[in-house]
């Protein structure tokens, strides 16, 4: 291997990095929204809207996101007269919204289920505390349900978002210039895809870790219950002499 190319390739595909972060954040952003809905939805016991967010989750967890992101990019392109005559063209024709679409469709699939399962592993007996106490309804769910919930769910959604920034890579079939768009093009000028594909590896591991030391240092803030108490020295008995 030519390591002073790989140098050289690891410059070059720094710059795509912000758009991946971009692309990863915005979408775990809009998903999470949606996500909370699909779950609220869920657990509403109104069987229309439950059968509603299963059916959608059982689509987007089931259909590959390669196939998703064709459908909306490519497929939804098919109906360009109808998209122009309600004014949403202009949204669809752009590869940037395309992939945000996307992917924040198919994230809020799968952080749906992590959502909701957060929310039912909130102890029924602090609920109970909190309404013997006097709260209920929204302030209930600020308070008690929603911090507990967070802190059960955030694991599961850190690997949800570590897959999100990995699922970015998917969006260079629509013209995008992130890593590994830029990747892409540099293979086809130089034709040493070993080299090149290794410093993408590597950039993407840089960004995985350090998103999961982010998660774990939340983690350990959000659950002070969990962490070990400081030693207590036992006083030095007074020596009389």
Request: with cysteine; glycine share 6%; net charge positive.
């Given at each position: 291997?030519?390591?002073?190319?790989?140098?050289?390739?690891?410059?070059?595909?720094?710059?795509?990095v912000?758009?991946?972060?971009?692309?990863?954040?915005?979408?775990?952003?809009?998903?999470?929204?949606?996500?909370?809905?699909?779950?609220?939805?869920?657990?509403?016991?109104?069987?229309?809207?439950?059968?509603?967010?299963?059916?959608?989750?059982?689509?987007?967890?089931?259909?590959?996101?390669?196939?998703?992101?064709?459908?909306?990019?490519?497929?939804l392109?098919?109906f360009?007269?109808?998209?122009?005559?309600?004014g949403?063209w202009?949204?669809f024709?752009?590869?940037?919204?395309?992939?945000?679409?996307?992917?924040t469709?198919?994230?809020?699939?799968?952080?749906?289920?992590?959502?909701?399962?957060?929310?039912?592993?909130?102890?029924?007996q602090?609920?109970?505390?909190?309404?013997?106490?006097?709260m209920?309804?929204?302030?209930?769910?600020r308070?008690?349900v929603?911090?507990?919930?967070?802190?059960?769910?955030?694991?599961?959604?850190?690997?949800?978002?570590?897959?999100?920034?990995?699922?970015?890579?998917?969006?260079?079939?629509?013209?995008?210039?992130?890593?590994?768009?830029?990747?892409?093009?540099?293979?086809?000028?130089?034709?040493?895809?070993?080299?090149?594909?290794?410093?993408?590896?590597?950039?993407?591991?840089?960004?995985?870790?350090?998103?999961?030391?982010?998660?774990?240092a939340?983690?350990?803030?959000?659950?002070?219950h969990l962490?070990?108490?400081?030693?207590?020295?036992?006083?030095?008995?007074?020596?009389?002499?």
């Amino acid at each position: 291997m030519d390591f002073e190319f790989m140098q050289d390739t690891f410059l070059r595909l720094l710059s795509g990095v912000p758009l991946t972060l971009n692309l990863a954040f915005t979408s775990v952003a809009f998903g999470a929204v949606f996500a909370m809905l699909l779950a609220l939805m869920r657990m509403s016991g109104v069987k229309v809207l439950d059968w509603f967010a299963r059916a959608y989750v059982f689509v987007f967890r089931g259909s590959p996101l390669l196939v998703q992101i064709f459908l909306i990019y490519y497929g939804l392109g098919q109906f360009r007269p109808t998209l122009q005559e309600w004014g949403l063209w202009t949204f669809f024709r752009e590869p940037y919204w395309c992939a945000i679409l996307a992917l924040t469709l198919n994230t809020a699939a799968y952080a749906s289920e992590i959502i909701r399962g957060g929310l039912q592993s909130v102890p029924h007996q602090q609920v109970e505390a909190a309404r013997a106490c006097g709260m209920s309804g929204f302030l209930l769910f600020r308070r008690i349900v929603f911090p507990i919930a967070v802190r059960q769910a955030l694991p599961a959604y850190g690997s949800e978002l570590i897959l999100m920034v990995k699922a970015t890579s998917l969006a260079s079939i629509i013209t995008m210039m992130e890593v590994t768009g830029i990747a892409a093009k540099l293979i086809s000028q130089t034709f040493r895809a070993v080299e090149v594909f290794v410093v993408a590896g590597v950039i993407y591991l840089i960004l995985n870790f350090t998103i999961t030391r982010i998660i774990m240092a939340i983690e350990w803030w959000l659950s002070p219950h969990l962490r070990r108490p400081p030693a207590v020295k036992p006083a030095l008995e007074a020596v009389h002499v």
